[in-house]
């Protein structure tokens, strides 16, 4: 029912283009959608969180034009932002854990690239020991 929701929207797929890397290249703001779908890329989530019923994330909520994202969370986002703790949503936490254990296993790599010992001017074994290292 994507094709239908998006159609819904005033964006339809060319012809001889696949929908599927149709709507992800809009997603990802390559393709602009048309100009009589009155949205941008960015809006484009928050648009499918309302249409299914979804709660929208507070960081996301300043996307959607002519609401106020500290207002549109309800009691507890909105007493968060006044106690100057920014509210931040399951899946917010979800990427800065992700982002985390990818920098700390990037971290990791690079520390045993950089401690590796350098081989460049060593010596290879000739055919007889390599014979023998191949036999024993």
Do not use: C
């Not at 149709?22 to 969180?49: C, T």
């Not at 990037?106 to 023998?132: C, E, K, W």
Request: glycine letters at 8%; a negative charge; charged letters at 20%.
């Amino acid at each position: 029912k994507v094709e239908e929701y998006f159609s819904g929207l005033g964006i339809n797929v060319p012809d001889r283009v696949n929908p599927p890397d149709h709507f992800i290249d809009i997603l990802e703001g390559i393709v602009k959608p048309s100009p009589n779908a009155n949205m941008n890329y960015k809006q484009l989530p928050v648009r499918w969180m309302l249409h299914n019923g979804y709660e929208i994330p507070p960081d996301m909520q300043a996307s959607i034009p002519g609401t106020n994202p500290s207002s549109a969370g309800g009691a507890s986002s909105s007493q968060a932002h006044d106690a100057g703790i920014p509210a931040q949503s399951f899946a917010g936490e979800l990427w800065q854990d992700v982002k985390f254990s990818v920098e700390l296993k990037r971290d990791n790599i690079q520390h045993n690239f950089l401690n590796a010992m350098d081989l460049s001017n060593r010596q290879t074994p000739g055919v007889a020991r390599q014979y023998r290292y191949f036999l024993g």
